[in-house]
Protein backbone atom coordinates (compact mmCIF):
# COMPACT_ATOMS: atom_id res chain seq x y z
CA UNK A 1 0.00 0.00 0.00
CA UNK A 2 1.57 3.24 -0.84
CA UNK A 3 -0.21 5.17 2.14
CA UNK A 4 1.57 8.89 0.74
CA UNK A 5 0.22 8.28 -2.09
CA UNK A 6 -2.99 7.62 -1.50
CA UNK A 7 -3.16 10.46 0.53
CA UNK A 8 -2.05 12.79 -2.26
CA UNK A 9 -4.25 11.60 -4.59
CA UNK A 10 -7.18 11.63 -2.15
CA UNK A 11 -6.41 15.49 -1.60
CA UNK A 12 -6.33 16.15 -5.00
CA UNK A 13 -9.96 14.69 -6.15
CA UNK A 14 -11.31 16.25 -3.48
CA UNK A 15 -9.72 19.83 -4.12
CA UNK A 16 -11.19 19.70 -7.60
CA UNK A 17 -14.78 19.09 -6.37
CA UNK A 18 -17.36 21.60 -5.67
CA UNK A 19 -20.64 20.75 -3.42
CA UNK A 20 -22.41 21.39 -6.24
CA UNK A 21 -21.05 18.96 -8.18
CA UNK A 22 -22.25 15.87 -5.25
CA UNK A 23 -25.68 17.86 -4.54
CA UNK A 24 -24.60 19.45 -1.63
CA UNK A 25 -25.94 23.16 -0.54
CA UNK A 26 -23.21 25.98 -0.87
CA UNK A 27 -22.27 27.02 2.07
CA UNK A 28 -20.99 30.77 0.79
CA UNK A 29 -17.21 31.80 0.08
CA UNK A 30 -14.88 28.62 0.99
CA UNK A 31 -11.21 29.17 1.93
CA UNK A 32 -10.13 26.25 0.09
CA UNK A 33 -11.03 25.06 -3.17
CA UNK A 34 -12.95 21.79 -3.02
CA UNK A 35 -15.20 19.91 -0.91
CA UNK A 36 -14.09 19.45 2.79
CA UNK A 37 -12.99 16.30 4.21
CA UNK A 38 -16.03 15.99 6.27
CA UNK A 39 -17.97 16.00 3.18
CA UNK A 40 -16.04 13.57 1.57
CA UNK A 41 -16.78 10.85 4.43
CA UNK A 42 -20.40 12.17 4.80
CA UNK A 43 -20.35 11.05 0.77
CA UNK A 44 -18.85 7.99 1.66
CA UNK A 45 -20.37 7.13 4.30
CA UNK A 46 -17.39 6.87 6.64
CA UNK A 47 -16.60 8.67 9.87
CA UNK A 48 -14.33 12.04 9.57
CA UNK A 49 -11.76 10.61 11.51
CA UNK A 50 -11.09 7.88 9.22
CA UNK A 51 -10.92 9.52 6.06
CA UNK A 52 -8.75 12.57 7.89
CA UNK A 53 -6.61 9.61 8.84
CA UNK A 54 -6.70 8.27 4.92
CA UNK A 55 -5.49 11.51 3.68
CA UNK A 56 -2.88 12.32 5.85
CA UNK A 57 -1.31 8.51 5.39
CA UNK A 58 -1.76 7.61 8.70
CA UNK A 59 -4.95 5.33 8.05
CA UNK A 60 -5.32 1.60 8.06
CA UNK A 61 -5.63 -0.49 4.91
CA UNK A 62 -8.74 0.09 3.66
CA UNK A 63 -11.19 -2.65 2.05
CA UNK A 64 -12.60 -3.03 -1.08
CA UNK A 65 -16.00 -1.60 0.42
CA UNK A 66 -14.35 1.68 1.42
CA UNK A 67 -12.43 2.13 -1.63
CA UNK A 68 -15.57 1.52 -3.81
CA UNK A 69 -17.36 4.18 -1.64
CA UNK A 70 -14.54 6.69 -1.92
CA UNK A 71 -14.46 6.40 -5.62
CA UNK A 72 -18.55 7.28 -5.54
CA UNK A 73 -17.42 9.84 -3.64
CA UNK A 74 -15.17 11.50 -5.54
CA UNK A 75 -17.14 10.71 -8.64
CA UNK A 76 -13.59 9.44 -9.89
CA UNK A 77 -13.03 7.81 -13.54
CA UNK A 78 -12.98 4.24 -14.35
CA UNK A 79 -8.97 5.19 -14.67
CA UNK A 80 -8.75 7.06 -11.49
CA UNK A 81 -11.01 4.47 -9.90
CA UNK A 82 -8.51 1.56 -10.44
CA UNK A 83 -5.68 3.57 -10.24
CA UNK A 84 -6.61 4.17 -6.25
CA UNK A 85 -7.06 0.56 -5.63
CA UNK A 86 -3.68 0.09 -7.26
CA UNK A 87 -2.29 2.97 -4.13
CA UNK A 88 -4.06 0.80 -1.85
CA UNK A 89 -2.76 -2.30 -2.57
CA UNK A 90 -5.71 -4.06 -3.21
CA UNK A 91 -4.94 -5.24 -7.07
CA UNK A 92 -1.99 -6.84 -7.41
CA UNK A 93 0.99 -5.77 -9.26
CA UNK A 94 2.24 -8.19 -12.20
CA UNK A 95 5.06 -10.39 -10.86
CA UNK A 96 7.13 -8.78 -13.53
CA UNK A 97 8.00 -5.05 -14.89
CA UNK A 98 6.26 -3.73 -18.13
CA UNK A 99 7.41 -6.41 -21.04
CA UNK A 100 9.83 -5.31 -23.69
CA UNK A 101 9.24 -8.23 -26.44
CA UNK A 102 7.10 -6.67 -29.41
CA UNK A 103 4.90 -9.84 -30.62
CA UNK A 104 5.81 -11.07 -34.16
CA UNK A 105 2.55 -10.39 -35.80
CA UNK A 106 2.81 -6.50 -34.69
CA UNK A 107 5.81 -6.23 -36.26
CA UNK A 108 4.67 -7.16 -39.35
CA UNK A 109 2.07 -5.54 -38.99
CA UNK A 110 4.43 -1.87 -38.64
CA UNK A 111 6.39 -3.45 -41.71
CA UNK A 112 2.92 -3.26 -43.95
CA UNK A 113 1.20 -0.09 -43.52
CA UNK A 114 0.92 1.97 -46.08
CA UNK A 115 4.12 4.33 -46.69
CA UNK A 116 2.42 7.02 -45.16
CA UNK A 117 1.21 5.76 -42.36
CA UNK A 118 3.81 6.47 -38.49
CA UNK A 119 3.63 4.06 -36.35
CA UNK A 120 5.49 2.82 -33.40
CA UNK A 121 4.90 0.72 -30.22
CA UNK A 122 5.11 1.71 -26.65
CA UNK A 123 5.75 -0.24 -23.36
CA UNK A 124 4.31 1.05 -19.73
CA UNK A 125 7.24 3.64 -18.85
CA UNK A 126 6.87 4.95 -22.88
CA UNK A 127 9.73 3.06 -24.68
CA UNK A 128 10.05 3.07 -27.79
CA UNK A 129 10.07 -0.89 -28.65
CA UNK A 130 9.89 -0.74 -32.04
CA UNK A 131 8.67 1.61 -34.96
CA UNK A 132 7.99 2.16 -39.08
CA UNK A 133 10.20 3.45 -41.99
CA UNK A 134 7.26 6.54 -42.21
CA UNK A 135 7.81 7.05 -38.09
CA UNK A 136 11.02 8.05 -38.44
CA UNK A 137 10.67 9.52 -41.53
CA UNK A 138 8.16 12.12 -39.62
CA UNK A 139 10.48 12.13 -36.42
CA UNK A 140 13.34 13.07 -38.50
CA UNK A 141 15.11 9.72 -36.94
CA UNK A 142 14.30 8.06 -33.72
CA UNK A 143 17.55 8.99 -31.59
CA UNK A 144 15.78 8.59 -27.93
CA UNK A 145 13.54 5.79 -27.57
CA UNK A 146 11.94 7.13 -24.31
CA UNK A 147 9.22 9.00 -25.81
CA UNK A 148 8.63 10.76 -22.16
CA UNK A 149 12.00 12.15 -22.54
CA UNK A 150 11.69 13.38 -26.30
CA UNK A 151 8.66 14.88 -25.16
CA UNK A 152 10.28 17.00 -22.01
CA UNK A 153 13.90 16.52 -22.30
CA UNK A 154 13.95 17.62 -26.02
CA UNK A 155 10.65 19.40 -26.30
CA UNK A 156 9.52 17.27 -29.25
CA UNK A 157 8.24 19.00 -32.01
CA UNK A 158 7.19 21.87 -29.52
CA UNK A 159 4.84 19.94 -27.22
CA UNK A 160 6.01 19.60 -24.08
CA UNK A 161 3.08 21.71 -22.58
CA UNK A 162 0.45 20.33 -24.62
CA UNK A 163 -2.75 17.76 -23.88
CA UNK A 164 -0.88 14.87 -25.40
CA UNK A 165 2.24 15.45 -22.72
CA UNK A 166 -0.51 15.99 -19.87
CA UNK A 167 -1.85 12.86 -21.27
CA UNK A 168 1.23 10.76 -21.69
CA UNK A 169 2.17 11.92 -17.93
CA UNK A 170 -0.97 10.91 -16.80
CA UNK A 171 -0.81 7.55 -18.09
CA UNK A 172 2.70 7.13 -16.72
CA UNK A 173 1.61 7.64 -13.46
CA UNK A 174 -1.47 4.80 -13.98
CA UNK A 175 1.91 3.34 -15.23
CA UNK A 176 3.56 3.73 -11.73
CA UNK A 177 1.18 2.38 -9.66
CA UNK A 178 0.70 -0.73 -11.69
CA UNK A 179 4.30 -1.42 -11.61
CA UNK A 180 5.43 0.24 -7.80
CA UNK A 181 8.61 -1.83 -7.84
CA UNK A 182 9.61 -1.06 -11.12
CA UNK A 183 13.27 0.55 -10.78
CA UNK A 184 12.74 1.56 -14.25
CA UNK A 185 9.50 3.85 -14.24
CA UNK A 186 10.94 5.17 -10.58
CA UNK A 187 14.14 5.99 -12.27
CA UNK A 188 12.37 8.24 -14.89
CA UNK A 189 9.75 9.47 -13.36
CA UNK A 190 13.02 11.09 -10.41
CA UNK A 191 14.76 12.14 -13.84
CA UNK A 192 12.17 14.29 -15.02
CA UNK A 193 11.00 15.55 -11.99
CA UNK A 194 14.76 17.08 -11.69
CA UNK A 195 14.79 17.83 -15.28
CA UNK A 196 11.61 19.43 -16.62
CA UNK A 197 9.50 21.76 -14.49
CA UNK A 198 6.95 21.04 -16.93
CA UNK A 199 6.81 17.36 -15.70
CA UNK A 200 7.55 18.09 -12.29
CA UNK A 201 4.14 20.54 -12.33
CA UNK A 202 1.67 18.26 -14.35
CA UNK A 203 3.20 15.38 -12.33
CA UNK A 204 1.89 16.89 -8.74
CA UNK A 205 -1.33 17.27 -10.00
CA UNK A 206 -1.79 13.40 -9.85
CA UNK A 207 -4.27 12.75 -13.13
CA UNK A 208 -4.75 9.39 -14.18
CA UNK A 209 -5.36 8.07 -17.61
CA UNK A 210 -4.49 5.56 -19.92
CA UNK A 211 -4.16 6.26 -23.18
CA UNK A 212 -6.84 6.07 -25.73
CA UNK A 213 -7.15 8.08 -28.92
CA UNK A 214 -6.78 11.66 -29.35
CA UNK A 215 -5.86 14.47 -32.08
CA UNK A 216 -2.49 15.28 -31.94
CA UNK A 217 -0.68 18.46 -33.70
CA UNK A 218 3.32 18.26 -35.05
CA UNK A 219 4.77 20.87 -35.55
CA UNK A 220 7.56 19.66 -38.63
CA UNK A 221 10.44 21.83 -39.14
CA UNK A 222 9.68 21.16 -43.04
CA UNK A 223 6.12 21.04 -44.01
CA UNK A 224 4.77 22.77 -40.72
CA UNK A 225 1.85 21.98 -38.31
CA UNK A 226 0.34 18.41 -39.25
CA UNK A 227 -2.65 17.60 -37.31
CA UNK A 228 -3.30 14.14 -37.15
CA UNK A 229 -5.20 11.07 -35.64
CA UNK A 230 -3.86 9.63 -32.61
CA UNK A 231 -4.77 6.07 -32.88
CA UNK A 232 -4.28 3.80 -30.09
CA UNK A 233 -4.26 -0.38 -30.21
CA UNK A 234 -3.59 -1.86 -26.87
CA UNK A 235 -2.09 -5.24 -26.59
CA UNK A 236 -3.28 -6.16 -22.84
CA UNK A 237 -1.05 -9.16 -22.20
CA UNK A 238 2.08 -7.02 -22.69
CA UNK A 239 0.89 -3.93 -21.33
CA UNK A 240 1.84 -2.44 -24.44
CA UNK A 241 -0.05 -0.10 -27.45
CA UNK A 242 0.22 0.24 -31.01
CA UNK A 243 0.24 3.69 -31.91
CA UNK A 244 -0.85 4.75 -35.48
CA UNK A 245 -0.82 8.14 -37.00
CA UNK A 246 -3.26 9.06 -39.33
CA UNK A 247 -5.16 11.70 -41.48
CA UNK A 248 -8.04 12.00 -43.47
CA UNK A 249 -7.98 10.82 -47.14
CA UNK A 250 -7.31 13.89 -49.01
CA UNK A 251 -6.68 16.27 -46.71
CA UNK A 252 -3.95 19.18 -45.95
CA UNK A 253 -2.69 16.57 -43.27
CA UNK A 254 -2.14 13.61 -45.70
CA UNK A 255 -0.88 16.06 -48.32
CA UNK A 256 2.34 16.76 -45.82
CA UNK A 257 3.21 13.19 -45.17
CA UNK A 258 3.12 12.33 -48.86
CA UNK A 259 5.15 15.71 -49.31
CA UNK A 260 7.45 14.29 -46.52
CA UNK A 261 7.26 10.76 -48.24
CA UNK A 262 8.68 12.25 -51.33
CA UNK A 263 11.42 14.24 -49.91
CA UNK A 264 12.72 11.56 -48.17
CA UNK A 265 12.27 8.19 -49.94
CA UNK A 266 15.35 6.50 -48.70
CA UNK A 267 16.70 8.31 -45.52
CA UNK A 268 15.77 5.43 -43.38
CA UNK A 269 15.34 1.75 -42.91
CA UNK A 270 12.83 -0.12 -41.58
CA UNK A 271 13.36 -0.02 -37.84
CA UNK A 272 11.63 -2.08 -35.65
CA UNK A 273 13.78 -3.63 -32.60
Avoid at 166 to 187: E, F, H, M, N, T
Wanted: charged share 25%.
Amino acid sequence: MDRPGLAEFLRTRRDRMTPLDVGLPGTGRRRTPGLRREEVAQLARMSSDYYTRLEQARGPHPSRQILNALARALMLSTDERAHLFHLAGQTPAPARGPRQDVPEGILHLLAGLDNTTPAYVLDAKYNILAWNEMMSVLLGGISNTNLIRSIFADNLCGHANDEFARGAVADLRAASARYPDDKGIRDLVSEMLALSKEFAGIWAEHDVEVRRDSRKTLVHPVVGPIELLWQVLHIPDRDQRVVLYTAAPGSQAQSALCELRRLTPNSYKNSPR
